[in-house]
């Protein structure tokens, strides 16, 4: 017997910014699906539209897929709509989409908004094929500009995390909160803390130093993890 899925409603936790833009390439990135793919989902408002775009293509067109969510949230979209899930430890996504927070002229990234960046990190990383899904909002000319670094730390770490990151560049230093959900600190999925960190220059080697950090879990800084960007 299925449980009533009734008592869940199909939305995004807040009203989506850009939401014609971001359908518009929900929709794009839904047409590369194929009969057995297994998909790695990435986290954000726009893989919530993509998967509910992939849905429909499953349902009209009698396909089948393996979705590996990032998320929590995603997961539970999955399950809502009747794709199959798996974990990572179980299968290897055949490509992977997920959205952005930026995009700099060389293809970096920073994501992390949503406080999934490991998990997105590690399905990426596994993938033959990555796709960034975006609306024009997200393009920069340099990482930064508008968003900090998210940072995952292990709670225990997290003083002596941040007395290491402000050895480095660093401009802004704050703790994610929960705000009104709950309080204290955003607890991720693998049960850490994120730092929101602004840095004043970005280079090829921030990632790597962030991440050899005794305590960081990873980073929302993707650099030169040759992804396809597709845009709106």
Known sequence: MNWDKKLFDLKWSQDIINYDEKLKVAKKIASFVKDGDVVGVGSGSTSFLAVQEIAKRLKNEGLKI??????NELKMTCSFLGIETASISEVRPDWCFDGADEVDPHGWLVKGRGGAMFNEKLIMVNSAKRYIIVDGSKFVEHICDKFPVPVECVPAALT?????????????MNLRLAGKAKDGPVITENGNYILDVKFSDVNRNTEKDIKSIVGVVESGLFIDYNVEIIRS
């Open 160 to 172: 002596s995390v941040k007395n290491s990151l402000s050895a480095m560049n660093v401009t802004e």
């Open 66 to 71: 393996l979705a590996i969510p990032t998320s």
